[in-house]
């Protein structure tokens, strides 16, 4: 199988993968709520129906009523739920289409697109940065087998991975933001009180904008490197045992040149798998960052938004979460299949 | 490898079982002393401390003189002034006639204050008055301390005088034709109904307890002033009773943990907290090693049918399945409560495991003795149930390990966001009031600490036991080698 129709296979499964979710998320939140109180989802019942309840509110004003009938067209509202919501959700979703905010009436997408810059600067960082720190300790970690600097960083890692991100970052804003100010005066970093706006102008908000990020990039790497160390260490320590390293050595190779050109690139595809299967975790900890921190990506609109009863936003929020992690999902498969041709042909499978 | 490297390596193995199997049992200790110890209703204020209370232990260390809940009940009365004629019980203090019009002043026995100020204090008095004539009087109750009595600058914003030492609860002035009157209350100083009385003497807004009564080495006391005059000619005796007098200093430093900012107790929460995360984790990890056993046993089995691929497509939709997102918005539609939370979490958590055991149930389906047995005839079920499930006991231990401490940081996690439910403390509520009721900007670092060092120590736990399971299936982890 070439490159290509293995990346083309992948993709139908991402897409399918995609789909499934969105069917499971309309069933979790429209039918089963509305079969919860009596309503039949194969007849139209708006008056049964969550979303339709929080929209029926603003009709009663008339300014809202060109609005309201705007998204009654969009979501079908009027229509059965089962076959004819559910399809035109999908069509929406796939179009990126989910209408108008309730709350500020303004096109979901839009909005959606102008945050998103944020939470990908948060999420990028925190899935790539801990896999580089984790890669280089637990490279430090095997050549001191056994001594000192091993038990520290296994040491260092298991805490690390015990304490989630949101604690690390609770920790971090209180040593660094809060206490400096108070006891000294300095501040270190800025307390999560006044979060940079979506509009920027100028090198100083960029400055700003990077001040109020790095706690929160010092919190996901410390909370997330532990897990790698501790994987990577792991992976080396089955590896660098084979018969092929002691070839290298006798060959004349340094250690550092024995991992670097020798054991690394066969663990690159298991680690790619574990990098993909870690995502989903890794997502839920940078939801919760930008929520503790008011970091104004999409998790804290949507924050905002189910706090609000914002129906638009709380789909277009999932929507775009399953596709991000979807996306992840194929970048990592298309590079594990480019880095192990075995993978292709379904010789290879990792499963961690 | 020496016999000795070998022990030692054993040796540091099994000290992370055993480190980690006695913080998981003293959790599990913990929640079920929580459980019998009648804690409930930790999430109201306690009235045994001020809110905001530093544990008392580091008080002890850091600052003595941090006041401690200081409770007195006032029965010795005696007579300091005015110009009436009087009659006092001698062995019963509380109890004063007044014989003719005029006025007295009884004071009560003091408390003796050695501490800081504290911030508040809940008082209750209780005096009866009765009479068998027709008088008009006047009582005014106050709480004075003498030590500090005088004028005092006093900073806030701007500077200016108030008039310390002494702070009224009561005043009346009545008319009665004969008959009874009691007046009581329980106030819980500062009170804002109060502080608008006591407008006149103050000139800013003060906190009556930190700012008049209280001062290190001092002692406060009830103040009663009583005058009374006839309305008709001729009125007789006027007896007071003066029931219980107490003052309630609510410390400022109490408990193991400290208290939150409704003044409850911190260690309450913290061990509720611990029950909460055992008994919800433990379940929901068992419901969901059960799912994923079944699922991953079945797609292992029938690996490359048409059966195990659908199952396989299940588990890998659903792992990819945002979990938290989903959670918050299920919670916008099924409202606030811990049995969606648990389910969702049960419904996203199970695939990890599944994918796992369906390599290891692929691995023991090719081994000869099912073989042998497929080759028998016998039934799949059959097959299913004594050849390969009992064969992934292990596998379910470590699943249970590993899940208990993603299942826990999922729900903390969703409960410290604010969607978890609000009637069950937990660990995760807890950070969150932290967080969102001021523990930074109070410098309340005990109220974030308890909850962080309950997760923290939890999942490590676990993780230090997930590890030793991880190299003894794996030897080439260990440290020492």
């Known amino acids: ?352 | 490898m020496s016999h000795d490297r070998h022990r030692e390596r054993q040796g540091v193995r099994s000290l992370k079982l055993y480190i980690g199997l006695s913080t998981i049992l003293f959790y599990a200790l913990l929640g079920t002393y929580s459980m019998f110890a009648g804690y409930t209703g930790s999430l109201q204020a306690s009235w045994e401390a001020d809110a905001l209370a530093m544990p008392f232990w580091t008080a002890y260390m850091l600052d003595p003189l941090t006041p401690p809940t200081i409770e007195k009940r006032f029965s010795e009365w005696r007579v300091v002034g005015g110009n009436a004629s009087y009659s006092i019980d001698a062995w019963n203090t509380s109890y004063v006639i007044l014989r003719k019009p005029g006025s007295l002043v009884i004071v009560s026995d003091a408390l003796e204050y050695k501490y800081r100020p504290a911030r508040s204090m809940i008082i209750y008095y209780n005096i009866k008055v009765s009479t068998k004539d027709s008088v008009r009087y006047s009582i005014t109750v106050s709480i004075v301390n003498d030590d500090v009595s005088g004028k005092r600058i006093l900073y806030r914003g701007s500077q200016s005088y108030i008039e310390i030492g002494r702070y009224s609860i009561l005043r009346v002035e009545e008319t009665v034709y004969g008959g009874s009157r009691i007046y009581e209350a329980s106030i819980r100083l500062p009170y804002a109904y109060l502080n608008r009385i006591q407008e006149e003497y103050l000139p800013v807004e003060v906190n009556p307890v930190s700012d008049i009564l209280l001062s290190q080495e001092s002692r406060i006391r009830w103040n009663i002033n009583i005058s009374y005059s006839c309305v008709s000619s001729g009125c007789g005796d006027l007896e007071i009773l003066l029931g219980s007098f107490s003052i309630k200093i609510l410390g400022l430093a109490y408990g193991i943990m400290g208290t939150d900012h409704r003044g409850s107790d911190i260690w309450r929460q913290f061990i509720e907290g611990a029950r909460v995360a055992n008994l919800f984790g433990l379940s929901a990890a068992a419901i969901t090693v059960a799912i994923a056993i079944s699922i991953g046993s079945i797609a292992g089995f029938r690996a490359g049918r048409l059966s195990d691929q659908l199952l396989t497509f299940l588990t890998d939709s659903v792992f990819f399945l945002p979990a938290v997102p989903l959670i918050m918005i299920s919670t916008a539609v099924f409202g606030r409560s811990m049995p969606v939370l648990y389910g969702i979490i049960i419904l996203v958590s199970w695939p990890g495991l599944a994918r796992l055991t369906r390599s290891w149930a692929m691995a023991i389906r090719s081994e000869p003795y099912v073989e042998a047995s497929v080759a028998l005839g016998a039934n799949r079920l059959w097959i299913l149930r004594r050849h390969i499930i009992p064969r992934l006991a292990p596998l379910a231990g470590y699943g249970m390990v590993s899940l208990v401490p993603g299942v826990i940081s999922t729900e903390i996690l969703i409960q410290f966001i604010g969607f978890g439910d609000p009637n069950i403390p937990s660990w995760g509520r807890m950070l969150n009031e932290a967080f969102n009721e001021g523990a930074l900007i109070n410098g309340a670092w005990w109220w974030l600490f308890a909850p962080i060092a309950g997760i923290t120590s939890y999942m490590a736990g676990f993780a230090l036991v997930g590890m030793y399971i991880e190299e003894r299936v794996n030897p080439r982890l260990a440290i020492a080698r």
Not at chain 1, 10 to 32: D, H, N, Q
């Open chain 1, 1 to 352: 199988m070439s490159l290509a129709k293995y990346a083309v296979t992948r993709a139908l499964t991402v897409v399918a993968t995609f789909i499934f979710s969105l069917i499971a998320f309309f069933f979790l939140t429209r039918v089963i709520p509305s079969i919860a109180i009596g309503g039949n989802p194969f007849i139209p019942s708006q008056s049964l129906d969550p979303l339709f309840r929080a929209v029926v509110k603003p009709l009663d004003d008339p300014g809202y009523s060109s609005w309201v009938s705007s998204l009654i067209t969009t979501y079908g509202l009027s229509r059965p739920l089962l076959p004819d919501q559910l399809l035109i959700f999908l069509k929406n979703s796939l179009t990126m289409d989910f209408g108008y905010s309730m709350l500020s009436m303004r096109s979901v997408s839009s909005e959606i697109l102008m945050r998103l810059p944020y939470t990908l600067a948060l999420y990028t960082f925190a899935v790539i940065v801990p896999i580089f720190v984790g890669y280089y300790l637990a490279i430090a970690a095997s050549k001191a087998r056994g001594r000192a600097l091993d038990l520290f960083l296994t040491l260092s890692s298991l805490s690390s991975f015990s304490v989630p991100i949101w604690v690390f970052i609770l920790i971090i804003y209180y040593l660094l933001a809060y206490l400096p100010k108070v006891s000294w005066g300095i501040q270190i970093f800025p307390l999560p009180v006044r979060a940079p706006t979506t509009n920027i102008e100028g090198i100083q908000d960029i400055r700003y904008w990077l001040w109020y990020l790095s706690p929160l990039y010092i919190a996901s790497t410390l909370s997330l490197y532990g897990t790698w160390t501790y994987f990577f260490r792991a992976v080396l320590a089955s590896e660098i045992s084979e018969d092929y390293t002691i070839t290298a050595r006798a060959k004349g190779l340094s250690e550092w040149d024995v991992i670097r050109s020798e054991v690394v690139p066969n663990i690159r595809p298991p680690v790619l798998t574990k990098i993909a299967y870690s995502v989903p975790a890794i997502f839920g900890g940078s939801i919760a960052l930008e929520i503790v921190s008011s970091w104004p990506g999409i998790a804290y609109y949507a924050y905002q938004a189910i706090q609000n009863n914002d129906y638009p936003v709380m789909n277009a929020f999932f929507v775009v979460s399953t596709l991000l992690v979807a996306v992840s999902l194929y970048i990592s498969d298309i590079a594990v299949a480019v880095l192990d041709p075995r993978v292709r042909y379904g010789i290879a499978r990792y499963t961690r």
